[in-house]
């Protein structure tokens, strides 16, 4: 019970509007190409009863353009259900 109360309290998230192209072509550094980016600093703690709408882990290999179109499209169709856009477990920045 206090381990999950913890990683609750832990859990973090990043919004859609932080998400960039850059972001999810680049394999740790932030924009620009920057090495010491803080990426955690992108991301957010949850609200009390937020929960968190895709989990997404990320790997520099894969085709970083590719995703971030997939992403823009879902979180669009989300927002046209939802009225709100997604916000996203990152693992890059939530870790």
């Keep these: ?27 740790t550094c932030g924009p620009g190409g920057e090495e010491n980016y803080d990426l955690y600093g992108l991301s957010r703690a949850l609200k009390p009863n937020e929960h968190i709408d895709f989990f997404i882990s990320h790997s520099w290999h894969d085709d970083g353009a590719a995703k971030f179109h997939r992403l ?24």
Excluded: N
Excluded at 11 to 24: G, K, P, Q, V
């Design 72 to 95: 823009l499209e879902l979180a669009e169709d989300f927002h046209r259900t939802h009225w709100r856009y997604p916000t996203f477990w990152l693992d890059k920045v939530c870790i």
């Design 1 to 27: 019970e206090q381990l999950l109360c913890a990683a609750k309290r832990g859990l973090r998230c990043i919004e859609f509007r932080s998400i960039t192209a850059e972001l999810m072509s680049s394999s």
